[in-house]
Structures are given as C-alpha cells and as structure tokens.
C-alpha cells in the first residue's frame, strides 16, 4: 500500500481564480511580448491611432522620458470618465483595469465607439497597465481636465478627479512606466518604435505624429512624421533609392453601402511596384502592422497575378512550354498594404499575422479589376513587369531541368493512380495521401493541378513497423508511396539520397475519425521506421479537415451569407458562441457533420483542406531529445509481441483518450 502522507494536499482549498489583471502578470507572454516593453507601449500608440482613424484625432505625441517612462498623447476625444451603466464604475477604469472591456465591441449594432479599430479582444491598456509600476492617465473632456493614477500592476491609486478645465481641448495624455522585472530588456527599442510611428504617419493621411527623446543635459530629440505623399511616398522610402521596372501602381477600394459581399467600409488601400532587386514589404490591418503577413497578403497576391495573368494573355506575351505561377508574379513586388476589416481575426494577442480567412476575397476582388485597368492604360509599364514574371518563371523551369537531370539515371515508372502534378519545382509541390478512392476523387477535382499531386490509398498502409526494408516493397501501397516520393526507405543511421525527392510536402489527408486516425498511424510508422530523414527534415504534415459545417444565413445587406467550418466539437461551440453575440439566432444556424472526407464536394475539400492559403495542416516531427521516448511508443502501439503492454496501457489509460466512435 503506498502511503499518499508526504504528498503535496489536493483539495477544494488547492484551487486558486485568478482575478482582475492577475492572470497578465502571472502569465504576460499569453498577452504580450516579453522581450522588451515595446508591445504594451505600442497598445497605447494604436488606440491613440484609433481616434484618428474615426477621424477625432490630428496629432500624435509620444515622449520617452529619462526615468525610462512613455507618455503618449493624441487630441482626440477623451476617454469617458463617468459610470459605466452597467458596472457602475467609471469607464476609463473599467479600461485599464478590466480584460475584455473596450469600446471597440459590437461593430455591426453600431453601438462601438470604432467602425475599424485593431483592437478585437478589449485586453490591450489593461494589459499595459498590469506590467506597469505606474501608470498615469490625463483627459481633457467636456471642459475638465480629469486624471486617474493606477500603480503596482494595475491598482487603482486614485479615482477619476477633475483637476482644473481645459477649455474646448479633447484629448487623451496615458504616461507609462514598464516594470522591468516582466522584460527581458526594459528599454523600448528606437528603431522598432520610429519604424512604427512612421507607419501610423504613412496610413493616416493629415496625421502629424511626433517623437520626443528627453536628454540629460540638452534640448529633447525631436522628430516628426507627415507623408502628405502617402503609400508611394512610403514605399519609395522601403526602396532605398532603387528605381521601379515601372511607375509605382497605388489606389484604395472599399465596399459601398449596397455591397452584397462585403461590410460598407472593408476594403483597402495600396502602394506597389516590381524591382530588380528585392525590396522590404509592409501590410497592416487597421493600422495594426502584421509583420509576419496573413490572409490579406494572400489575397493582394492572388489579385496581382490573375490582372497580370489576364494581361499576358490578352496580349499573348506568355513564350510557348511556359507557364506562369503566382510566385513568378510576385516574387519582386514590393508593397505597403493597408486594409480596413470589421471584425479581424489575428494569430495570438500581439497581432502579428492576420487569419480571417474574408481578407484573401476581400483584398482579392478589390485589387485585380483596379490593376487589370492600369495595365491596359499603361501597356508599356505592363509589358516590363510581364517579362520580369516571364524571367522569373524561365528561370524556375531552368531550376526544376537541372534537377530532373540528376535523377535520370534512374527513371522509375510511376503508379498509374497517381495524379501527378504539372511543376517540377520540389520547393513548391505537394503529395497527398488520400484515405479512399472517393475522397481521392474529389481530391483530384479540388487540387491546383500545377503543385498538387493526389495518390489514393485503398484500404489501410500494412503496419511496417516490424517489417525488413527488403521485403517493404510486397505491399503494393508502400511501393507505390516509395515510388511516387522518389526516396527509397533508409533507417535513422542512413544519409539517404534525397536527391530524387518530387514533392516538397507530403500531406496525409484522412477522415477526421477513428478509422482516419487508424490510417495516419499506420503512415507515420511507415515514415518514422522506413523515411526517417523525411521527418527529420520537415517534409511530412497531417491535414486537419473539419468535422462540421456551420451555414449563417445573411443578415440583410450589410452582411452576406457565410459557411463556416469546425475541426470539432470546442471549436464548433465556440464558433456557435460568437455568431450569437453577433445577433444571429441559434435556430438560424445550420449544422451540418462531415462523415467523411468523401462527403465534401470539390469546393468545401479545396476550401477546408487543400488550399494553402486557407487550410490547416501540422508539421510532423519529434521533439528535441525525444528520438528514444518516440520510439518505444511506436513499438508499444504497433509491435505485434506487445499486446499484453498494451492492454495493460489500455486499462491505465484508456479513459483519457478522446474518440470520435
């Protein structure tokens, strides 16, 4: 009997509710960065850029002081100090104080204080104010000069006060000191900082944005920001001096009010032009920079090559054998992209990368029919920046030839259902391993011909997990995989050839059920045991095909019907959760479940599970220092000598598997 007296108590007493800003400073890198303050200053940067994109706010003042503080300031209209209806405490510290309150909720009732804004989750001030030692806020409203002062992460010091009158000033004054001890540096960086507030300069067209550097014993450094110029002037600037192939293409589109596909408003603005050599691209989503780019990029690209497609063809520039892919196109476009979204969704609360999957459409459809115009009206500047395309593409073909002719040596006839792909670049092709004919089917109708190859599986991959690489090849599906590949099986101690690779990803695509997982299993032992290496070196990824499809009927003009899809049960509650809070009745919303990846028509597969630029796949690979622990699990689940380990597995741990039977 094991005695449990000298363990840790778990009680009713054991569990702690984090309360107010506790869970930020328990937990500041779910909520911001933490290598340095600059994110946390930034929030307070962007909802200062936020009153002047509602067009309340002219001026931008940010000041770094020499006790390592920020103050920024705008002269917009002020937070509102009186008492939330509803919580009866004043608004500007239910702000700072409060997660998920903020005025930039409820966009389509028309009751947010923000038609666009890039706040989406209400934490941002109140984050700043929970890694803060102090934080002040002064407001200028009705009048009155108000204050509030919060300290130690977020406490109220003292309440809303006026302390004297303003006049007809508005505007807000938030003067930040960083708790060092929640950064890895507690500096905010200069160079980050400028590039941003230069870029709130560039999109907000009559925005003067200032920066003041207190020095110890001279004058404050100023600088100032104001491109009456806008995008171009931007994008000349990235440039560095370099010269276009042709006249930079600029312009902006949003949806009217009459718009049936899109809210009035979304749309976006741009600034774009071909280069020799490559030069730095920016695209923001309601002044929030996106770094690491997202849907709207996607969709400025897909829009660029079908105008400039469209052009080629029209004037037949396009060489015989050769034909133009989108990373031809854009492989030497440099751009500043602005878009206006109603309700963007980003990847995590830093707002790097932008995962509305509307975006590609959106920007799509309001930059090709533009360009496809400029194009025609500029038939000199087109034809410069159709023949770089036609270079780069020439060049690709060139590429993918030298790497044919190292494989021709050994020339393999491929399996007879394989739907190979058109390119021969490795960089960019795709296998997919499909579970059935019927799914592969729809597969071969739902795929991009020119990268996309489909080789269905019937039935289930022979465990390979105890079988002998030279007797591998019986199976008729792993010869076929083998071949199709290009690789021959190799052990872990190998250095195979991989030389003779044909595709760049491998992608299992099963039914997102029990008998899918069965078959995922079975390939990634054979990947594992037999093609190592190909794990090793990230070319192998499970597909995650939802499991459910949630129809919204359209909600008047404004708002077109939608078709959403859930990869399971949370997700489709959480989906279900926000169409509610947008207004929509649950007895509107249609639910739909995928049996299968043979129930999906073409469209719904390509969608949900084939295009890159809106799927969902996981890179497969094994932990650092985990090579021995993965291995003994293998042999657990799939040795045919473990049964008894693994019944024994079974009832231990059988109750923690999640199954959809």
């Given at each position: 009997?094991?005695?449990?007296?000298?363990?840790?108590?778990?009680?009713?007493?054991?569990?702690?509710?984090?309360?107010?800003?506790?869970?930020?400073?328990?937990?500041?890198?779910?909520?911001?960065?933490?290598?340095?303050?600059?994110?946390?200053?930034?929030?307070?940067?962007?909802?200062?850029?936020?009153?002047?994109?509602?067009?309340?706010?002219?001026?931008?003042?940010?000041?770094?002081?020499?006790?390592?503080?920020?103050?920024?300031?705008?002269?917009?209209?002020?937070?509102?100090?009186?008492?939330?209806?509803?919580?009866?405490?004043?608004?500007?510290?239910?702000?700072?104080?409060?997660?998920?309150?903020?005025?930039?909720?409820?966009?389509?009732?028309?009751?947010?204080?923000?038609?666009?804004?890039?706040?989406?989750?209400?934490?941002?001030?109140?984050?700043?104010?929970?890694?803060?030692?102090?934080?002040?806020?002064?407001?200028?409203?009705?009048?009155?000069?108000?204050?509030?002062?919060?300290?130690?992460?977020?406490?109220?010091?003292?309440?809303?006060?006026?302390?004297?009158?303003?006049?007809?000033?508005?505007?807000?004054?938030?003067?930040?000191?960083?708790?060092?001890?929640?950064?890895?540096?507690?500096?905010?960086?200069?160079?980050?900082?400028?590039?941003?507030?230069?870029?709130?300069?560039?999109?907000?067209?009559?925005?003067?944005?200032?920066?003041?550097?207190?020095?110890?014993?001279?004058?404050?450094?100023?600088?100032?920001?104001?491109?009456?110029?806008?995008?171009?002037?931007?994008?000349?600037?990235?440039?560095?001096?370099?010269?276009?192939?042709?006249?930079?293409?600029?312009?902006?589109?949003?949806?009217?009010?009459?718009?049936?596909?899109?809210?009035?408003?979304?749309?976006?603005?741009?600034?774009?032009?071909?280069?020799?050599?490559?030069?730095?691209?920016?695209?923001?989503?309601?002044?929030?920079?996106?770094?690491?780019?997202?849907?709207?990029?996607?969709?400025?690209?897909?829009?660029?090559?079908?105008?400039?497609?469209?052009?080629?063809?029209?004037?037949?520039?396009?060489?015989?054998?050769?034909?133009?892919?989108?990373?031809?196109?854009?492989?030497?476009?440099?751009?500043?992209?602005?878009?206006?979204?109603?309700?963007?969704?980003?990847?995590?609360?830093?707002?790097?990368?932008?995962?509305?999957?509307?975006?590609?459409?959106?920007?799509?459809?309001?930059?090709?029919?533009?360009?496809?115009?400029?194009?025609?009206?500029?038939?000199?500047?087109?034809?410069?920046?159709?023949?770089?395309?036609?270079?780069?593409?020439?060049?690709?073909?060139?590429?993918?030839?030298?790497?044919?002719?190292?494989?021709?040596?050994?020339?393999?006839?491929?399996?007879?259902?394989?739907?190979?792909?058109?390119?021969?670049?490795?960089?960019?092709?795709?296998?997919?391993?499909?579970?059935?004919?019927?799914?592969?089917?729809?597969?071969?109708?739902?795929?991009?011909?020119?990268?996309?190859?489909?080789?269905?599986?019937?039935?289930?991959?022979?465990?390979?997990?105890?079988?002998?690489?030279?007797?591998?090849?019986?199976?008729?599906?792993?010869?076929?995989?083998?071949?199709?590949?290009?690789?021959?099986?190799?052990?872990?101690?190998?250095?195979?050839?991989?030389s003779g690779l044909r595709y760049g990803k491998v992608v299992i695509m099963s039914d997102a059920d029990v008998d899918g997982?069965?078959?995922?299993?079975?390939?990634?032992?054979?990947?594992?045991?037999?093609?190592?290496?190909?794990?090793?070196?990230?070319?192998?990824?499970?597909?995650?095909?939802?499991?459910?499809?949630?129809?919204?009927?359209?909600?008047?003009?404004?708002?077109?019907?939608?078709?959403?899809?859930?990869?399971?049960?949370?997700?489709?509650?959480?989906?279900?959760?926000?169409?509610?809070?947008?207004?929509?009745?649950?007895?509107?919303?249609?639910?739909?479940?995928?049996?299968?990846?043979?129930?999906?028509?073409?469209?719904?597969?390509?969608?949900?599970?084939?295009?890159?630029?809106?799927?969902?796949?996981?890179?497969?690979?094994?932990?650092?220092?985990?090579?021995?622990?993965?291995?003994?699990?293998?042999?657990?689940?799939?040795?045919?000598?473990?049964?008894?380990?693994?019944?024994?597995?079974?009832?231990?741990?059988?109750?923690?598997?999640?199954?959809?039977?």
């Amino acid at each position: 009997m094991v005695s449990v007296a000298n363990h840790q108590q778990y009680d009713e007493s054991s569990f702690r509710v984090l309360k107010g800003l506790e869970p930020v400073r328990e937990r500041p890198g779910m909520y911001t960065r933490t290598d340095t303050p600059a994110h946390i200053i930034q929030e307070v940067i962007d909802n200062a850029a936020d009153e002047a994109l509602a067009g309340f706010a002219k001026e931008i003042h940010v000041t770094l002081h020499l006790d390592g503080s920020v103050s920024v300031s705008d002269d917009g209209r002020g937070i509102p100090v009186g008492l939330h209806p509803e919580e009866g405490i004043p608004v500007v510290v239910l702000a700072f104080t409060r997660l998920h309150a903020g005025g930039k909720f409820d966009k389509r009732s028309g009751k947010s204080a923000y038609a666009f804004s890039g706040g989406l989750h209400g934490v941002g001030v109140s984050v700043t104010n929970a890694l803060s030692v102090r934080l002040e806020v002064e407001i200028r409203r009705d009048g009155k000069l108000w204050r509030a002062d919060f300290a130690n992460g977020g406490e109220v010091v003292s309440e809303p006060r006026a302390v004297g009158t303003c006049g007809r000033q508005t505007g807000t004054c938030i003067r930040v000191w960083p708790d060092a001890k929640y950064f890895d540096s507690p500096k905010v960086p200069m160079a980050e900082l400028e590039r941003l507030l230069r870029s709130k300069a560039v999109l907000l067209p009559g925005v003067r944005v200032h920066l003041d550097i207190e020095q110890m014993d001279a004058e404050p450094l100023h600088k100032s920001w104001r491109y009456p110029g806008g995008l171009p002037a931007y994008l000349t600037e990235l440039a560095g001096g370099q010269e276009p192939i042709a006249p930079i293409f600029a312009g902006e589109k949003y949806a009217a009010e009459n718009d049936s596909a899109f809210a009035p408003g979304e749309g976006a603005a741009w600034a774009l032009a071909w280069f020799e050599q490559t030069v730095p691209s920016e695209s923001y989503v309601n002044l929030i920079p996106t770094v690491s780019g997202g849907m709207h990029e996607s969709g400025l690209r897909m829009g660029l090559f079908e105008a400039l497609k469209s052009f080629i063809d029209h004037h037949a520039l396009l060489p015989r054998g050769v034909k133009l892919q989108q990373e031809d196109v854009c492989a030497r476009v440099g751009f500043v992209l602005s878009v206006r979204l109603l309700d963007p969704q980003f990847q995590g609360q830093v707002k790097e990368k932008l995962n509305s999957r509307e975006a590609v459409r959106l920007v799509s459809a309001q930059v090709r029919d533009p360009f496809e115009i400029w194009l025609n009206n500029h038939v000199e500047a087109g034809r410069a920046i159709a023949e770089l395309a036609i270079k780069q593409a020439l060049a690709r073909q060139r590429n993918a030839q030298k790497i044919e002719k190292k494989k021709s040596s050994a020339v393999v006839m491929l399996p007879g259902k394989l739907a190979d792909c058109e390119s021969d670049n490795i960089s960019e092709n795709e296998l997919f391993l499909v579970e059935g004919d019927s799914a592969g089917g729809s597969a071969k109708m739902a795929r991009n011909k020119e990268t996309q190859a489909i080789l269905p599986l019937r039935g289930k991959v022979q465990n390979a997990w105890e079988i002998d690489a030279d007797r591998l090849f019986a199976n008729a599906e792993i010869h076929d995989i083998s071949v199709a590949l290009g690789v021959d099986p190799h052990s872990p101690s190998d250095t195979p050839d991989l030389s003779g690779l044909r595709y760049g990803k491998v992608v299992i695509m099963s039914d997102a059920d029990v008998d899918g997982a069965h078959i995922q299993t079975l390939l990634l032992t054979l990947f594992f045991r037999h093609f190592p290496r190909l794990i090793d070196t990230g070319h192998i990824y499970i597909a995650q095909p939802p499991l459910y499809r949630i129809d919204v009927p359209a909600q008047g003009k404004k708002r077109p019907a939608r078709r959403l899809y859930a990869l399971d049960e949370g997700e489709l509650a959480a989906i279900c959760e926000r169409l509610t809070q947008e207004g929509i009745r649950k007895e509107n919303i249609e639910i739909g479940r995928f049996k299968g990846l043979g129930e999906m028509n073409p469209e719904q597969l390509r969608e949900t599970t084939m295009d890159p630029a809106t799927r969902r796949v996981l890179p497969v690979e094994v932990r650092d220092g985990a090579s021995d622990e993965t291995h003994n699990t293998f042999d657990l689940l799939m040795g045919k000598g473990e049964a008894a380990k693994r019944r024994a597995w079974m009832e231990a741990k059988g109750d923690t598997v999640e199954a959809d039977v």
